[in-house]
């Protein structure tokens, strides 16, 4: 597949997503409009996977794998929108736009990631088949965005870092950003119900495109552009933050990213089935400017 092929690609699967989250924003209350300011604009990487996984395992009806993927999203946006905030890497510009503390305020910030984090679970949880796989998805999902994954990513990455050692760096990528795009990988296979092997073995090749997602975005922090980025390119050097490029140079930070393309698209490529557009997937993070 050519590379506009994947382009074309995403942007169907995003429309598929987009529509599908507006629909899980109605007025219910004028909360929802403040949540789904911070949704608007993000390239909805994490429910793509899950659509793909779920499709290459042979699961056939999108409108089961939606739910999940929009979760994922949510919980994602979430993460972001801490993440922003001034206690953390204090950023006014995310995907566009001001940040949610810059548009509303930092407790209507806070709030929103709370709000999103929670309704993700009723997302994940609604759906009247397929209870026991959702109920997996459920598991999964949790152990790796909360203490065992992304929340203690994000505190070691808070975290005075003295040096910038590989190892602390490999434990900052592994949980803030790997474990979370492994399993939208997972969660798709779970709904399509596929064996478990092939999970486990998705999953493990799912932590190498996370990896490389991370060494991509330290990448474009320094090589980016903000238009392109949507969010201010620069910060993690100013701010002294453990980031691939601090402690293998730009060239060092690039071939390791590579490696991990490669590492992951030899495990896409062994698996029996047709997982093509996993890989083509990774050549797109490998290369993305964005
Ligand atoms: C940015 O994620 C934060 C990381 C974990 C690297 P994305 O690059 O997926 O951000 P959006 O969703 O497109 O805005
Ligand atoms: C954030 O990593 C990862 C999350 C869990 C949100 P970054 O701090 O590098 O993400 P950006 O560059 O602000 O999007
Ligand atoms: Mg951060
Ligand atoms: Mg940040
Ligand atoms: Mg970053």
């Known amino acids: 597949m050519e590379n506009t092929d994947i382009v074309i690609y995403l942007r169907k699967k995003k429309e598929l997503v987009d529509e599908a989250l507006e629909k899980y924003f109605p007025d219910e209350n004028p909360f929802f409009d403040v949540m789904y300011y911070s949704l608007g604009g993000g390239k909805r990487i994490r429910p793509i996977l899950a659509i793909s996984s779920y499709e290459a395992n042979g699961g056939g009806d999108v409108d089961t794998i939606m739910p999940i993927a929009c979760g994922l999203e949510l919980i994602h946006t979430y993460s972001l929108i801490h993440d922003d905030l001034p206690a953390m890497d204090d950023d006014d510009l995310r995907r566009g736009k001001a940040s949610a503390h810059k548009k509303y305020d930092e407790a209507t910030a806070i709030l929103s990631g709370d709000g999103l984090f929670a309704y993700a679970f009723e997302l994940f ?3 009247s ?12 999902v949790s152990e790796v965005v909360g203490p065992k994954g992304v929340v203690y990513g994000q505190v070691l990455d808070m975290s005075d870092n003295p040096r910038p050692e590989p190892k602390t760096l490999r434990n900052i990528h592994f949980n803030k950003t790997a474990k979370f795009i492994a399993v ?3 969660a798709g296979a779970i709904m399509a119900c596929a064996p478990s092997t092939r999970i486990r073995e998705l999953y493990r090749a799912g932590m190498y495109l996370g990896m490389l997602f991370q060494y ?7 090589t980016g552009e903000k238009d392109k980025l949507g969010k201010t390119p620069g910060k993690d050097e100013a701010s002294g933050k453990i980031v691939a490029p601090a402690v293998y140079g730009l ?7 590579e490696r991990y393309a490669a590492l992951a698209n030899q495990r896409f490529s062994s698996l029996d089935g047709d ?10 993070v490998l290369n993305r400017t964005y």
């Open 184 to 186: 939208a990988i997972k």
């Open 275 to 284: 997982f093509s557009m996993l890989e083509k997937l990774t050549d797109f």
């Open 251 to 257: 060239d060092g930070a690039r071939f390791r990213a």
């Open 125 to 127: 949880s609604s759906g």
């Open 216 to 222: 991509t975005d330290d990448i474009l922090d320094v």
């Open 129 to 140: 088949n397929l209870a026991g796989e959702r109920l997996a998805v459920v598991r999964a």
